[in-house]
C-alpha cells in the first residue's frame, strides 16, 4: 500500500483563493486518497473557492463558523481524525496556497510511514535569492532562539509541512495555541515530550513573496515569542537588582579580596531570587505545581549557578582587571557577561524540569 493511502492530509484554509484547487488537484494527484480541509471560518466572498461536494474524491471539508485560527483548524481536524481514522499511520499537514508540492508531501508520508515514531518536518532552504527577506529573517531569528534557549537545531521552525503520527495527536491536541503560535508551540513540545523529530529536504517555493499569508508580524511574532520575552523580562528585573546591589557593595567595601565577590554575588542572587522566582512561577511559565516543590528545584539550580559565577567573576576579573583604573566597574561588566551566557542555560532547565508539570 502506498503511503499517500496510509495518511490522512490535513489543509486548514482562511479565505482562499483558486490556488486551493490546483493543491487539492495535485494531491489527488500524488495518490492522496484522505485529505481534511477546514475551512477557519472564511468569509462568503471566498466560499465558492473550496470544493464542492464530491468535486476531489477523498476530501472532506470541516467548518469553523467564524475564524479561530491555524492552530484551532489543526486542532480540529486532529481530533475529527483520532475520532474516525483508526487506520491511518497519521496525518501530515499542508498549506493552502499551493507552495507545497505534492512530491515534497508524498515524501513526507513515506518517511513517516517508514519511520511512525518520529515527527517529520519538510523543511526548506532559505538562501535562495528568491526567498523573502522577512522569511529568511524570520527563520534564523526562530531558529537561533529555538537553539539558544530550547537546545533544539531545526533547520526551518516555520514550515507547515510536518508528518505527525497518530500516537503524538493526543499530545499535539494539549499543545496551547490557537494561531500561528500553536506551530512554534508544537515544536517546542517534542522537547518537553521527547519525541524525535525527522528533517526532509523539501523545495522552496514562494508564491508572490508570500503576500497571500495571513501571518501579522506584530500580534503573531508576540505570540509565538511571548514566553521568551516574558523570560528575558523577568531576568531583567532580576538583572538589575542583582547588578545593582553587586555594585553597591563593591563600591561601598572593595573587591580586594576574593572572598568579597562571592560575598556579595550571594547577597545580590539572594535578593533578586525571590522576586525572579515569583515572576517565573506566575508569569513566566504559569506553574500551578506545589510551591515548596518549584521552590526547592529553583535553589537547587540557583545555588550551582552563583557559585558558577562567583567562580568565573573572580577568575576572569582577577586576570583581566586586577590593575586596572575602575577595576569595581569592568568585574561588574565581566559579572554581565557571565550572567547572559548563564541566562540562557537556566531558561532550557528552569522551563523543562524546575516550572515542568507532571506528566
Same mark, same amino acid.
Given at each position: 500500500m502506498s503511503a499517500a493511502n496510509r495518511v490522512t492530509v490535513? !489543509?486548514?484554509s482562511l479565505n482562499p483563493d483558486e490556488k486551493l484547487r490546483l493543491v487539492l488537484s495535485g494531491l489527488c494527484q500524488a495518490g492522496f486518497d484522505d485529505i481534511l480541509v477546514v475551512n477557519d471560518g472564511s468569509d462568503e466572498a471566498h466560499l465558492p473557492n473550496f470544493p464542492a461536494p464530491g468535486e476531489f474524491p477523498g476530501v472532506e471539508i470541516l467548518t469553523h463558523p467564524v475564524n479561530r485560527g491555524k492552530g484551532a483548524a489543526l486542532k480540529t481536524a486532529f481530533a475529527h481524525f483520532l475520532a474516525t481514522r483508526t487506520d491511518r499511520v497519521g496525518v501530515v499537514t499542508v498549506d493552502g496556497d499551493n507552495q507545497h508540492h505534492p512530491a515534497d508531501v508524498l515524501s513526507c508520508a513515506e518517511v513517516l510511514c517508514a519511520i511512525p515514531k518520529n515527527l517529520i518536518l519538510g523543511v526548506r532552504d532559505f538562501s535562495g535569492e528568491d526567498v523573502p527577506a522577512r522569511s529568511r529573517m524570520g527563520n534564523r531569528i526562530t531558529s537561533t532562539v529555538f537553539r539558544l534557549f530550547c537546545g533544539m537545531r531545526i533547520s526551518d521552525t516555520q514550515t507547515g509541512l510536518r508528518a505527525i503520527p497518530a500516537a503524538h495527536l493526543p499530545r499535539m491536541l494539549e499543545v496551547e495555541g490557537d494561531r500561528f503560535e500553536y506551530e512554534t508551540n508544537m515544536l517546542l513540545e517534542l522537547k518537553r515530550a521527547r519525541i524525535k523529530w525527522t528533517e526532509v529536504p523539501i523545495r522552496t517555493v514562494y508564491i508572490e513573496e508570500n503576500q497571500t499569508s495571513h501571518f501579522r508580524p506584530i500580534v503573531d511574532s508576540w505570540r509565538i515569542y511571548k514566553l521568551i520575552f516574558k523570560y528575558m523580562l523577568s531576568s531583567a528585573a532580576g538583572c538589575v537588582v542583582d547588578l545593582g546591589i553587586f555594585w553597591l !557593595?563593591?563600591? !561601598?567595601?572593595? +573587591? /580586594? /579580596?576574593? @572572598? !568579597? &565577590?562571592?560575598l556579595y554575588t550571594a547577597i545580590a542572587r539572594l535578593l533578586s531570587s525571590l522576586t525572579n522566582f515569583t515572576l517565573n512561577r506566575r508569569v513566566v511559565f504559569g506553574s500551578s505545581g506545589p510551591v515548596g516543590r518549584t521552590l526547592v528545584r529553583y535553589y537547587t539550580l540557583a545555588i550551582p549557578q552563583l557559585l558558577v559565577s562567583a567562580f568565573l567573576v573572580d577568575r576572569l576579573a582577577a586576570g583581566l582587571f586586577q590593575t586596572a583604573p575602575n577595576?569595581?566597574? @569592568? +568585574? +561588574?561588566?565581566?559579572? /554581565?557577561?557571565?550572567? +547572559?551566557?548563564?541566562?540562557? &542555560?537556566?531558561?532550557? &532547565?528552569?522551563?523543562?524540569w524546575v516550572f515542568r508539570e507532571k506528566g
Open positions: 490535513v !489543509l486548514p !557593595l563593591s563600591v !561601598l567595601f572593595g +573587591t /580586594a /579580596a576574593s @572572598w !568579597l &565577590i562571592y577595576g569595581e566597574f @569592568w +568585574t +561588574t561588566v565581566v559579572k /554581565a557577561v557571565v550572567d +547572559t551566557l548563564l541566562f540562557f &542555560i537556566s531558561f532550557r &532547565i528552569q522551563r523543562e
